[in-house]
């Protein structure tokens, strides 16, 4: 069982930020930038293209409407999104607010924040 399977049973708590019988958003708690959001499908599955075509079309549907959260609470130029599979084994869509191409380099130090601060941010977006 993958670290996400583990907070879509409840097992680990996360930041949750929309939730539907079919995936789960909830915030990076390792963000890039405020309002990192990390988007999955409640089904494991390690390789994002290894999701059935229409389960993918839906996460898609599902990753706009967090998008547009997001936008709502973090003005920004755009919502990034990155897919690069390499740090859990569960597929799962980045969704960054950016202003610019370095607001969504990885390679930089994260961004740290207080469990109070998560909460409000989490809510914040789930409200918008």
Same mark, same amino acid.
């Given at each position: 069982?993958?670290?996400?399977? !583990?907070?879509?049973?409840?097992? *680990?708590?996360?930041? @949750?930020?929309?939730?539907?019988? @079919?995936?789960?958003?909830?915030? #990076?708690?390792?963000?890039?930038? @405020?309002?990192?959001?990390?988007?999955?499908?409640?089904?494991?599955?390690?390789?994002? /293209?290894?999701?059935?075509? #229409?389960?993918?079309?839906?996460?898609?549907? /599902?990753? !706009?409407?967090?998008? +547009? !959260?997001?936008? @709502?609470? /973090?003005?920004? +130029?755009?919502?990034?999104?990155?897919?690069?599979?390499?740090?859990?084994?569960? %597929?799962? *869509?980045?969704?960054?607010?950016? +202003? +610019?191409?370095?607001? *969504?380099? /990885? =390679?930089?130090?994260?961004? !740290?924040?207080? =469990?109070?601060?998560?909460?409000? *941010?989490?809510?914040?977006?789930?409200? %918008?």
């Amino acid at each position: 069982m993958t670290l996400f399977s !583990k907070i879509v049973s409840g097992e *680990i708590p996360c930041y @949750k930020v929309l939730e539907s019988d @079919k995936f789960l958003a909830f915030l #990076d708690i390792m963000p890039l930038q @405020k309002g990192h959001v990390l988007v999955i499908p409640k089904l494991e599955v390690d390789y994002f /293209f290894d999701i059935e075509d #229409d389960l993918l079309g839906e996460m898609m549907v /599902f990753a !706009k409407k967090v998008s +547009n !959260k997001i936008k @709502k609470v /973090f003005p920004c +130029n755009r919502v990034g999104v990155s897919v690069i599979g390499l740090e859990v084994p569960h %597929a799962h *869509i980045h969704l960054v607010p950016i +202003n +610019n191409i370095d607001d *969504i380099n /990885f =390679s930089k130090e994260k961004l !740290k924040f207080t =469990s109070s601060e998560m909460s409000e *941010i989490a809510l914040k977006i789930s409200q %918008a």
